[in-house]
């Protein structure tokens, strides 16, 4: 008897042999075949289903993402750009493909770009602490921190811009302002999980590890296998000498 993986396979392709142009069906293929470490069979199947449907925007995260996972970033692009010209919000689009140059080391090249899309959109509220954040990865904290506040001009109770004040402030030793910004993202969204850990590390910082044991059990509450909840349990036993 066939095993219930060679079953689903045979399925798949009975309903791809019936409607060869049928997207869902090829992209649910891609999935399994994928989960079974079959990624060239798997890169086929999105290709094909493209082909069918090209302004399919699930196809195109879906290649998007799958050339990202095999570090093929030029591919990746191809398809993000296809996905963003079918977007009604350029702005946001163009910061995608952005975010994709810093993912890929680009890091100078998606700063200036970054600036660009602030000159040509000021509004775009989220550019200015993706900015920052950026600027702060390659050491320009007093450039980092002025994008922070052309933010909060905007919008006192931007998260984004709070939680990299946040940061900056922590990194400048000012704990406690660090922390009121910290606490007023999370009264925003209580479990974003960056808030969380950033107002651990502030507390952590200021030397309360009680404080900081609080923010990041309530990180892995949400999130169990969070890599930097981890870590910060780490950080914490370490501060207080425990093995």
Known sequence: MPSAQAQAEQVFRQLIEKNPNTVNVRLAFGDFLFANNREAEAEQQLLLAHKADPKDKLVLVALRRY???QQRYEEAEKYLTKLVELDTDKTMGRAQIIDLHARTGRVY???????QLLNDDPKYLRGYARLAELLLELGDVNAAA????????????DTDALLMRG??????GQYREAISDLDQVLRLEPSLPSALYYAADAHLQN???TQARLFV?????FYPRNPMGLLMQVRIYLSENKA
Do not use: F, G, H
Not at 146 to 157: D, M
């Open 67 to 69: 050339y990202e996972t």
């Open 109 to 115: 090249q998606a700063v200036t770009e970054y600036q």
């Open 146 to 157: 002025k994008n922070v506040e052309t933010a909060l001009k905007q919008n006192p109770q």
């Open 167 to 172: 940061r900056l402030r922590t990194l400048n």
């Open 207 to 209: 030397s309360d590890a």
């Open 217 to 221: 059990n309530r990180l892995l509450s």
